[in-house]
């Protein structure tokens, strides 16, 4: 197998954990915000959310085959789900933790509820939020290679099981040092960001 | 600027307090921990709910939210937002109402020059001092121009001789803005020197309003009288002016130099706070100072308070517990007691 072969799988690989992990994470800060800012859009949710976070990720695969079909949109759907959750909690609970007296300080300086919310409290959940998404970006890959073992026939996950019926213990290894490198990386790149953001304030 | 009314507010511990704050005053909040000092902080800047009402110049602010009040509170723990500059900061208030980014950035400017934060406006928070970080709080309070100022203990964080300089600088800023301003401590010497007008407040009730002076000199209830602390009061045998404002007493067998103008001085008041011991007889020529011997002995939680005998009086001295085991203080032991010269009281009746 050549080169090309790994390179074909990782590209749609990585396409789909990028597709699946923006779109989780976009929707989950968003919400995330919602709740912990609103205490009626946490009533609401909490519940449902509390039922459905449990499940794991890989969990949904037989459903989502059914309901999406075995095409690309499958992984990206259950990597969706993957950093959805976690990045909400995390979110959700950085907006909550932001100290009251900040808010009160902004508000008697003169700001609407509006600009408490994105020039106080957003910036001040900032690090919860990075935080939440270092771990799913991690996570993002080790959902990906299930997903693509179990349900489709590209990226890493099925030229792994490509491989083991092959019998190439090489590519298997090559592919799990990809992953894992893959996870690492991801990680990193947040770690580099949320420095970037907020090393300058924390001095 | 307006005048502060409160009329039977009722949040929390505060129960029907009434207070008003004359156009411009300077008003100070006294009591300790657990008084309701802040709460009525916090009901001024309508930042809490409350029962009973807050009239500024006469208008009730009750339905008026605190975004709109144009009071500006300055909390205990200061909080300047950790992301943004000292100019970022300061300038937060006009960019929430909208002001024109040249219009801020003049204000910031002045400000910057008036609280002398030159050279630290790219700084973030985390990278300024105690005393730089309450400059900047001020400033940011200040800006929007402010109708009331509150301001919450805002030296308790800073050392001795940062907390003084402020005070000082609070005083300027007051005087140079004429800000209606309430001021919370518990701290006499702040509220003394600071005050136009001190409130006393005990358990969410107004125990006694009035000048710094009447107050600390003739505590209206037993509680005032126990908040202030009992002063040593020393009646005078003669009265000798010398000069510059400044005149000599005798107590028994001290002769006392006092600030005094005006008729024969029959009694003088000082705080035991206000009495410095030293082991060693102290530097140089010293006015007010003499020897004396510990009686006995009384710790508390932070201070220990020392009887002396001192020529033919009883002081009653407080210090620092750190200070206490750095004399090596005991019972029987023979200090040097110093008095301070500016916070002796004197009474011609």
């Known amino acids: 197998m050549a080169s090309g072969v790994l390179l074909e799988n990782l590209a749609s690989s990585l396409i789909r954990v990028i597709a699946g992990f923006c779109a989780g994470s976009a929707v989950g800060i968003g919400l995330g915000i919602l709740m912990g800012w609103r205490a009626k859009v946490k009533e609401l949710l909490h519940p449902l959310i509390s039922l459905f976070?449990?499940?794991?990720?890989?969990?949904w695969i037989p459903l989502l085959m059914l309901w999406v079909g075995i095409n690309d949109l499958l992984p990206i759907v259950v990597i969706f789900i993957c950093s959805f959750f976690p990045v909400l909690y995390t979110t959700a609970s950085g907006v909550r933790s932001v100290d009251q007296s900040y808010i009160r300080v902004a508000r008697s300086l003169g700001a609407s509820e509006r600009q408490i919310l994105f020039t106080v409290v957003v910036p001040l959940a900032l690090p919860s939020i990075f935080t939440g998404l270092r771990l799913e970006a991690g996570m993002a890959w080790r959902?990906?290679?299930?997903?693509?073992?179990?349900?489709?026939?590209?990226?890493?996950?099925?030229?792994?099981?490509?491989?083991?019926?092959?019998?190439?213990?090489?590519?298997?290894?090559?592919?799990?040092?990809?992953?894992?490198?893959?996870?690492?990386?991801?990680?990193?790149?947040?770690?580099?960001?949320?420095?970037?953001?907020?090393?300058k304030w924390e001095g | 600027m307006p005048t502060v009314e409160l009329r039977a507010v009722?949040?929390?511990?505060?129960?029907?307090?009434?207070?008003?704050?004359?156009?411009?005053?300077f008003l100070v909040l006294l009591g300790p921990n657990g008084s309701g000092k802040t709460t009525l902080l916090n009901v001024i800047a309508g930042l809490v709910s409350y029962r009973g009402s807050v009239f500024f110049d006469g208008v009730c602010m009750d339905k008026v939210p605190a975004s709109r009040r144009r009071v500006s509170y300055l909390p205990q723990d200061l909080v300047l937002f950790p992301h943004m500059t000292v100019k970022?900061?300061?300038?937060?208030?006009?960019?929430?109402?909208?002001?024109?980014?040249?219009?801020?950035?003049?204000?910031?400017?002045?400000?910057?020059?008036?609280?002398?934060?030159?050279?630290?406006?790219?700084?973030?928070?985390?990278?300024?001092?105690?005393?730089?970080?309450?400059?900047?709080?001020?400033?940011?309070?200040?800006?929007?121009?402010?109708?009331?100022?509150?301001?919450?203990?805002?030296?308790?964080?800073?050392?001795?001789?940062t907390a003084k300089r402020l005070r000082a600088e609070i005083r300027r800023l007051h005087d140079l803005t004429g800000i209606t301003t309430v001021y919370v401590t518990h701290n006499l010497e702040e509220a003394e020197e600071l005050g136009d007008r001190v409130?006393?407040?005990?358990?969410?009730?107004?125990?006694?309003?009035?000048?710094?002076?009447?107050?600390?000199?003739?505590?209206?209830?037993?509680?005032v009288a126990d908040f202030i602390g009992s002063p040593n009061i020393l009646e005078c045998d003669y009265c000798h002016p010398l000069g510059h404002g400044v005149v000599e007493v005798g107590c028994k067998e001290l002769a006392i130099v006092v600030p005094?103008?005006?008729?024969?001085?029959?009694?003088?008041?000082?705080?035991?706070?206000?009495?410095?011991?030293?082991?060693?007889?102290?530097?140089?020529?010293?006015?007010?100072?003499?020897?004396?011997?510990?009686?006995?002995?009384?710790?508390?939680?932070?201070?220990?308070?020392?009887?002396?005998?001192?020529?033919?009086?009883?002081?009653?001295?407080?210090v620092p517990r750190a200070v206490c085991a750095e004399l090596d203080l005991e019972e029987g032991k023979r200090v040097f007691v110093i008095l301070k010269l500016r916070r002796i009281r004197t009474y011609e009746g």
């Open chain 1, 143 to 199: 959902v990906l290679a299930a997903a693509e073992m179990i349900a489709i026939p590209t990226g890493i996950g099925a030229l792994m099981v490509k491989a083991q019926n092959l019998v190439r213990m090489d590519i298997i290894i090559v592919c799990l040092v990809v992953l894992s490198v893959m996870c690492f990386l991801s990680e990193k790149l947040f770690l580099y960001l949320e420095r970037k953001v907020v090393s």
């Open chain 1, 53 to 59: 976070y449990p499940i794991p990720a890989i969990g």
């Open chain 2, 199 to 223: 409130a006393v407040l005990h358990s969410g009730t107004v125990q006694q309003v009035g000048p710094p002076t009447t107050v600390f000199c003739s505590p209206q209830n037993e509680y």
């Open chain 2, 10 to 25: 009722s949040r929390h511990v505060c129960k029907e307090v009434d207070l008003e704050v004359a156009d411009g005053e």
């Open chain 2, 88 to 161: 970022e900061n300061i300038g937060y208030g006009l960019r929430m109402r909208g002001d024109p980014p040249a219009d801020t950035q003049c204000r910031v400017q002045e400000l910057v020059q008036l609280m002398h934060l030159d050279g630290l406006v790219n700084r973030y928070p985390s990278q300024l001092s105690g005393g730089e970080k309450q400059r900047v709080a001020l400033a940011r309070a200040i800006a929007p121009s402010p109708r009331v100022l509150l301001l919450d203990e805002p030296l308790s964080s800073l050392d001795l001789q």
């Open chain 2, 260 to 318: 005094h103008d005006g008729n024969s001085v029959k009694r003088i008041a000082f705080l035991p706070s206000d009495v410095y011991l030293t082991a060693t007889p102290p530097p140089g020529p010293h006015v007010n100072g003499f020897e004396g011997e510990i009686i006995r002995l009384q710790e508390t939680r932070d201070l220990v308070r020392a009887s002396l005998s001192c020529g033919g009086n009883v002081l009653l001295a407080e």
